[in-house]
């Protein structure tokens, strides 16, 4: 699997590749010194949304912050979606602007305690500019569901990569108990690395600019030896643009059955579609039209694959990697895995079963994985019914 | 008069749930066992407790053997 950088519209990474304290000084000048309300109002002018797969606003998540010395900052890089490569790519390439945005995060909220979750992978780059820089650096297994913001949190409180239970948002202060082994959990404040790297542009640009230039990151699949790509794009950018940028012709998205954008709680692309907007657009306007663009994933299907069974074992993968933790979820996505590759068969009754376990789960567990995965199996039946689906179900043996 | 203000909410920890089902006898109007035997209620983790069912919710918390339910 390669990987390729491409810096034709670059913002991000307009230091360029494995920019240094040097290279990032020269392109974006030193440190900004933005006063905090200043900040907060450009944040909420620019619309920033989330870049960890929610999209949610960047603004509403810091402004709801309690602030203070117990208050955790974390700069998220833990990639658990394993088609995503951008947050890697930041770490390798640009992680001084990652940086200046977890510490711009953190003086917003008087933390002073900022916390890089990284992979593995990533440690050895940036562990010695993390601790020149005063950041805490604290490491991500490879799961999926390690990327889960309160999964990010349970790892600097106990280590444990795994979605914990809260009565409050992550971002405020849970309340003790008068039972002395629960302690106070301080408020912890999660964000995506490149929020945090687009956040570091927003201090020193402004929202205005923001909304002209502002860019997002995908990590387009070639589907060939060519591997994966990761692009920087202007925001507003279609799943064609994404895919006419990263090389495929005309003629190959026209052969695509479908395009999977988003990553695995995504949304299925095909004909029309293909010309809308993914991902909140700048100045909020028009968004409703948007295709959530969840962490930037652009998965093309071959000519010949079934979206079906393609379906089948991102949802075979999304049940096995379930945290282990609450008994609906850990009984409920094979369940519901499995109904999907019957429906998958063409066995009459699967489908519906399939809406009934994705009832059954959703809302009830510690995160929204249940929740995310159903509706990937709901989407992905809605939009490949029986009639428009491209191409005929395997054949299935009968016992005589 | 109890307002909505003043009605608690009983807070499922999926975390420490077993499905061993008492809950879904004593608080049997907001919770039926689903079939693996976890607390089932369409409001999910979150269930919104009148003030007529206050006592017997109280009375699923503290009897839950795996201290999974908390009344807030």
Redesign the interface.
Known sequence: MTLRLDLSTPQVFAAGYHADLAAHRATFGDFPQVPADTLLAQVQASCLDGRGGAGFSTYTKLAGTETGRKTTVIANAAEGEYLSFKDRMLLEHAPHLVLDGLLLASALVGSSRPVLYARQESMAGVAALARARGVELIQAPGTYISGEASAAARTYLQGISKPMDRTTRLNRAEPGTKNVFRAERGPILVHNVETLAQLALIARYGSDWFARKGTRLFTVHTRTGAGALVLELPHGSSTREILLKAGFTGFEIAAAPAVLTGGFSGTWVKGETLNTPLGALPGGEGSEQAIAAGTGIIYPLLQKEDPLTVAASFLNYLAAENAGQCGPCVNGLPALADAFTAATLGIPGAAAEVARLGRGVSGRGMCKHPDATARFALHTLETFTPANRPSRPPRVLQNS | MKTALQEKTL?????????RGLCTELLEEKLSA?????P?SP????VRIPAELEKAARQAASDCPLRAL?L?
Do not use: F, P
């Open positions: 807070h499922i920890n999926w975390g420490k749930c077993a499905g689903d079939e693996w035997g976890y089932y409001e999910g983790t979150n908390k807030i």
